[in-house]
């Protein structure tokens, strides 16, 4: 079993940052990467930021430029740091793990951008 857990969701206001950080635990050996997705109401969830075990990087378009993924050298913990947020950034922010090309969601973290 792969546990993951995210935190540091929260309200900040529009150009403002945020960081979220997931954690993965359990039998996370061989791991093949980690990333975020998002869900706002009424939208299907997309992909934010997804990082390899080998370091490749992968971003969805809303995130590009201004959004960041880093990982631990452990590949079991990974970051999402949020810049120059706008409100369209309002969503559920998921974090998934894939262990042995089977992916594992954590509950999830909201975050809210508005004034």
């Known amino acids: 079993q792969v546990q993951v857990v995210e935190s540091g969701g929260g309200l900040v206001q529009p150009g403002g940052s945020l960081r979220l950080s997931c954690a993965a635990s359990?039998?996370?050996?061989?791991?093949?990467?980690m990333g975020w997705y998002r869900q706002a109401p009424g939208k299907q969830r997309e992909l934010v930021a997804f990082?390899?075990?080998?370091?490749?990087?992968n971003y969805g378009d809303s995130a590009k430029g201004r959004f960041t993924i880093s990982r631990d050298n452990a590949m079991n913990k990974v970051y999402l740091q949020m810049n120059s947020l706008k409100p369209e950034d309002t969503a559920v922010y998921y974090c998934?793990?894939?262990?042995?090309?089977?992916?594992?969601w954590g509950q999830g973290t909201q975050v809210t951008v508005s004034s």
């Open positions: 990082i390899s075990s080998g370091g490749n990087t």
């Open positions: 359990g039998s996370i050996f061989n791991m093949n990467g």
């Open positions: 998934k793990a894939v262990v042995k090309f089977t992916g594992y």
